[in-house]
């Protein structure tokens, strides 16, 4: 690919490669590489927004910490701290030319060429971490924030946590939610709801899910099979300075139907509402009114018109540290 053609498709030209930039075109990696064969990886998916002030990275220091904690859970020794795996992603999406962009940072077990190690064992193989960025828009549709989605309760059950740990990102853990979303789609719906090993509701396949009943926030605890969804803390945030009752329990499966408002959140999906579950409308079968309420909060902090919860610092501008160290420099002159 072209330095032409990542920039018409909106594609930082340039990788983060184990404490380097390298161009779009060289970031590949061998076939043998165990991570293609054994799912051996570990991601993260982190939005940068144009705000007021510039281009700001929505809660990095928390995507970054969740990256390290996945790669602990599976013996991954990287040699990058999360401030410097925090720089990369600065200096990446500033280096990019975009305003508003989605970045992957990725580790995962590479191929030892001197000594090839095929087998299923991992502690062989080289940690390879690299973070990209593009533009993406909306996850479930340009139109789903405000008119909602329509999902089905997929087949597939999620995987225990006791199987995969639910707790950390890993590629292994998207084979299952790739089959969810398949599914869906193929069934004419915009996307899946998980159940989990007992029967009750888990999450999308790469989303979070949240009920509202009689004004009550109802969603799925942490250790039921869930990922510890950053959009989701965020929400749960927002909805306790509103003044929201926030219950996590375990949800029956009807209650999806019978729920007065419905909606997904994640990174991607940012905060979309479910107008149907398997043909069975929520609620009015458009956006309720608690969505819409968290939804304004949510993106009035990500765009910087308003502080985060307990002025928490939400936001990494890029250009701060840029700006830091010019004015440094000037300083020294």
Same mark, same amino acid.
């Given at each position: 690919m072209s330095t032409k053609d990542v920039k018409t498709m909106r594609i930082a030209p340039k990788v983060w490669r184990n404490g380097e930039f390298i161009d779009w075109?060289?970031?590949?990696?061998?076939?043998?590489?165990?991570?293609?064969?054994?799912?051996?990886?570990?991601? /993260?998916?982190?939005?940068?927004?144009?705000?007021?002030?510039?281009?700001?990275?929505?809660?990095?220091?928390?995507?970054?910490?969740?990256?390290?904690?996945?790669?602990?859970?599976?013996?991954?020794?990287?040699?990058?701290?999360? *401030?410097?795996?925090?720089q990369a992603a600065v200096e990446l999406v500033r280096g990019g030319g975009m305003e508003e962009c989605y970045l992957r940072p990725i580790i995962f077990r590479g191929l030892n060429e001197e000594k090839p190690a095929f087998g299923v064992y991992p502690l062989h193989n080289p940690i390879d971490c690299y973070i990209a960025a593009w533009d993406w828009g909306k996850y479930l549709g340009e139109e789903a924030i405000e008119s909602g989605v329509d999902v089905c309760v997929s087949s597939w059950t999620r995987t225990p946590a006791n199987s995969l740990p639910a707790v950390a990102k890993a590629g292994a853990n998207y084979m299952n939610s790739q089959l969810i979303k398949m599914e869906a789609v193929l069934g004419g719906f915009v996307e899946g709801i998980a159940l989990d090993d007992r029967g009750y509701v888990s999450e999308g396949s790469g989303e979070?899910? =949240?009920?509202?009943?009689?004004?009550?926030? !109802?969603?799925?605890?942490?250790?039921?099979?869930?990922?510890?969804?950053?959009?989701?803390?965020?929400?749960?945030?927002?909805?306790? *300075?509103?003044?929201? *009752? !926030?219950?996590?329990?375990?949800?029956?499966?009807?209650?999806?139907?019978?729920?007065? /408002?419905? =909606?997904?959140?994640?990174?991607?999906?940012?905060?979309?509402?479910?107008?149907?579950?398997?043909? !069975?409308?929520?609620?009015?079968?458009?956006?309720?009114? !608690?969505?819409?309420?968290?939804?304004?909060? =949510?993106?009035?902090?990500?765009?910087?018109?308003?502080?985060?919860?307990?002025?928490?610092?939400?936001?990494?501008?890029?250009?701060?540290? /840029? *700006?830091?160290?010019?004015?440094?420099?000037?300083?020294?002159?």
């Open positions: 075109g060289n970031a590949r990696v061998h076939v043998m590489t165990h991570a293609i064969h054994y799912g051996s990886s570990v991601f /993260e998916g982190i939005r940068a927004y144009n705000t007021e002030r510039g281009t700001a990275i929505f809660r990095l220091t928390e995507h970054i910490q969740r990256l390290l904690n996945s790669a602990k859970v599976y013996r991954m020794d990287i040699t990058y701290n999360r *401030e410097e795996l925090c979070n899910i =949240f009920l509202v009943n009689n004004g009550k926030l !109802i969603t799925p605890p942490l250790g039921a099979s869930i990922l510890p969804g950053i959009t989701r803390d965020s929400v749960i945030a927002i909805a306790r *300075e509103l003044g929201i *009752e !926030i219950v996590e329990t375990s949800i029956q499966r009807a209650a999806l139907y019978l729920a007065d /408002e419905l =909606f997904f959140t994640g990174t991607a999906a940012e905060i979309t509402p479910i107008r149907s579950v398997d043909r !069975i409308t929520v609620g009015a079968g458009k956006r309720g009114e !608690i969505t819409k309420q968290l939804q304004d909060v =949510f993106f009035d902090v990500i765009y910087g018109r308003r502080p985060a919860p307990n002025n928490a610092p939400w936001l990494t501008y890029v250009n701060d540290a /840029e *700006e830091k160290k010019t004015a440094t420099a000037s300083a020294k002159e």
